[in-house]
Every structure is written in C-alpha cells, then in structure tokens.
C-alpha cells in the first residue's frame, strides 16, 4: 500500500471511530458558549417534534440541551447559527455524573415530548404586536392561534400550552379610552369585539371575555399551562375576581357600573393577586393597584430584575423556568411593567423581583392540576413599548436573557417533572 492511499485508509478509520463514539449533541447555554440563545430553543423544540428525548441539563452552563446526535440536528445548528458540540457517550457520562452529585445544585431534566402550543390573539394582529409570538416565530417553533371562539368551542383540550396575548378581559378595551377612543383603531376594535360577542350570544364584550376567562380558567385546573403577559395578567385575575359584577363604566358596555362594586370583588377566584383595589376612571390608562407602572422611582439604566435561585434537585420546576446566563435581567415596561407585592397572594412563586421597587415580575403558580406563569412588562427589548412603535428585530438580540424567560416557559410543559417542594 503506498503512503497516499495508506494515508486515506487511516483517515477513514478515524472519521468512522469518531462517529462510533461521539453519539451526543451539547447545547451550551452560558454566556460565551452560545451565539444564538433563542434559536437555540427551537433546535430542541425540532428534535422533540422527531420524536426524541432531550436531556434539559439545569443549571449546567447556563441551562444547557443534551440531544441524541443526528445529522439533520448537526446541519439545523448550522443553518439556524446555533453553537453545539458534538460529545461521546463518555463525556456525556461524564457531564450526567457531575450533575448527579449532591454537591452540585444542578439536575438532568427529560423533556419527553413537543407540547402543542396555541397563542391567544386576534386573528388580525401582527407577530410583532406581542413578544411570545415574534420569538416564537424567530425560535421556529411551531403553534396554533385561537380566539374567543375556538376557546368558547373548547378547542383548549387540544393544546398543553397557552399563551395569553395583552388582552382585556374585563371588556374595558384596554383602558385606551381616555387617550384614543377617537382614532380609527379604537373604533374598529371596540366594533369588532361588539359584533363577535353578539354572534357567540352574549349582550355585552364584559360577559363575553368572562365567559373565555372561566374556560381558560378550566384548562389550567384540568392540567394545561397557561402564560400570560403585560395586561393579560392583571385583566384576567380582575375579570375572575369580578365574576357576576359590572365593573364597566356606560362608554365600554351601554350603561353604568354597579355601586360600590369594589366591595363586591372576590379575591378567591384570582389566580394571583390579592386586595388590589380597581380604578374606577374610565379616562385612566389602568385597571387597578396591581400595576406597579405609575408606582415606580427608577432610571432606565438602573432598571433591572434579578432571578430567584433555586434548589435544582429539589425545585425543578423553578428552576426551569429561570433557566438563563445572567441572573439580572433588563426591566422593560407595559401597560402593566410589574406587579405591586402587596397584592400578590402569599402563595405564589416570587421568581423574579426588583427589590428597590418592592415589586414582582416574574410569578409563578399551581392551580388545580395545572400551572401558570405571569410576566409583567411588554417587549424584553423595547423598554418603553407604545402604541405604533416599530417591531423589535430579534436578529439584533438572539441572546436576550428576557426573551429567553419566555421560551423556557414554552418548553417546560415538555418535561417530565418531580414534584416541587418549594
């Protein structure tokens, strides 16, 4: 055998050694490991869609993803700007011994299955009108949109996870009165939300969306996880706690509040918030004391939230959804930016704070069977988000610790989870 083909006999040999033994994809989710953190979710949304198991490796550089090594996953990290190694069964032996020892606050979570996600939101809005829907669609990870009909029609079954776009469910069209109840929008809006809830028999917008609250109510106490953000949090928590009380002034649904509705509020019937007390006017851009946007003393530059941190082996599931490479993340405001802690309830998971504000941002929750979470604020990357501005360009934040809180919230209902002990 002369060199030249003695040479290409012992490369071929080393290429085939390598592929026997390097079997698995790592992720790395750190701060310097990973160029695109957001598509990064996507890939491990991919390869749960082919029907593979992922290794979630909690607090391992940053939260990293252990996946089966194909060739399809190789070239979709490629082509997606995703950093990965390619590792051998040794070193993940290695990694999965690291994490298991109990001198490590890390754990190795299975996620077992691609949850089949649908987004709240009307038909008509654009991706870029809510944060979930942009990263989603930038993390190319797939999903249904579903309105007040399909909810009405119990189409939830069909879905372990929900997010709910910034919607008004006390039928008060998002408080925008006072500021633009004479542009086109406004008009068009308030017409449309009359007109659909007539077709689905209901008299008044307020009576409507309550009817779609209680019945996303029901999915999560029979098992679904619904994720909320800005004025979907605090409207829906208010619309449960008004349930059979007319809250709406006569320019939202035709004829007067009742008199001292406040002391009719029934604060069992919330998910999360607690003694808040609602603005009556209807000129006011908020619902109620809940919102800690009116309520805050702070620069922009000094706007920050910082991250809970859990015991991994003990409290997975906050763990999960905390998942980041930095445990201080940007502030970013909304219609609602936070929540006031003193109306949060005493049992729910405080996972991110501004403790200068003494207020929450980041909540968690078990109800029922079910489970929520509750993110305070707009766009991660728009801190001051108004009506018409233009959208956030994920390409220009594909390591947005903010946007990164979404997504694992989208991959947590994938996980086949302990029990919490927190």
């Known amino acids: 055998m002369n ?37 990064a979710y996507g890939i491990t949304y991919f390869s749960l869609e082919k029907g593979n198991d992922v290794k979630w490796l909690l607090n391992y550089k940053g939260g990293s993803f252990l996946l089966e090594d194909h060739k399809e996953f190789r070239n979709e990290c490629k082509i997606r700007g995703v950093s990965y190694e390619v590792i051998s069964d040794t ?56 309105y007040d009909e399909e909810v009405l029609r119990d189409e939830l079954i069909k879905y372990e996870w929900l997010h709910l776009h910034h919607e008004d469910f006390t039928g008060q069209y998002g408080k925008f009165y006072g500021s633009y109840r004479a542009t086109p929008w406004y008009i068009e809006g308030k ?45 829906f928590d208010i619309a449960l706690s008004a349930e059979g009380v007319d809250i709406c002034e006569a320019m939202f649904d035709g004829d007067p509040s009742e008199a001292n ?54 409290d997975p599931v906050p763990t999960m959804l905390t998942q980041n490479h930095t445990s201080l993340v940007k502030g970013f405001m909304g219609q609602t930016t936070s929540f006031d802690r003193k109306n949060v309830k005493s049992t729910v998971l405080v996972m991110g704070e501004n403790k200068t504000n003494e207020e929450a941002k980041y909540i968690h929750g078990v109800k029922g069977k079910g489970m929520w979470t509750f993110y305070g604020g707009h766009d991660p990357e728009d801190y001051t988000h108004r009506v018409g501005d233009p959208k956030t360009e994920l390409d220009l934040h594909p390591n947005s610790p903010g946007y990164r809180l979404i997504l694992n919230n989208v991959l947590f209902p994938a996980a086949k989870k302990k029990k919490q002990k927190t």
Not at 118 to 132: C, G, Q, R, T
Not at 210 to 221: E, K, M, P, Q
């Open 91 to 146: 070193e993940a032996l290695q990694i999965l011994e690291l994490i298991a020892s109990p001198s490590q606050n890390m754990e190795a979570v299975t996620l077992e299955k691609a949850p089949k996600i649908a987004v709240y939101s009307p038909k008509d809005k654009m991706p870029w009108d809510d944060a979930v829907t942009m990263v989603l669609n930038y993390a190319e990870i797939p999903y249904d949109v579903v």
């Open 261 to 314: 509705y406040q002391d009719k509020i029934d604060f069992d019937k919330t998910f999360a918030f607690t003694d808040f007390r609602l603005v009556r006017s209807p000129t006011e851009y908020e619902f109620s004391s809940i919102d800690m946007t009116q309520k805050r003393y702070i620069q922009r530059t000094a706007d920050y939230f910082s991250l809970q941190e859990y015991s991994a082996k003990w």
């Open 3 to 39: 060199f030249k083909l003695k040479y290409i006999f012992i490369t071929i040999i080393l290429l085939l050694s390598e592929v026997s033994f390097a079997s698995f994809i790592l992720i790395p989710m750190d701060d310097v490991g990973q160029k695109n953190h957001l598509k």
């Open 191 to 235: 017409a449309y939300s009359e007109k659909l809830a007539k077709k689905l028999g209901y008299s008044k917008v307020s009576e409507e969306k309550l009817a779609v609250s209680l019945r996303i109510r029901d999915f999560v106490i029979g098992g679904g996880f619904m994720f909320a953000m800005c004025s979907a949090t605090d409207s």
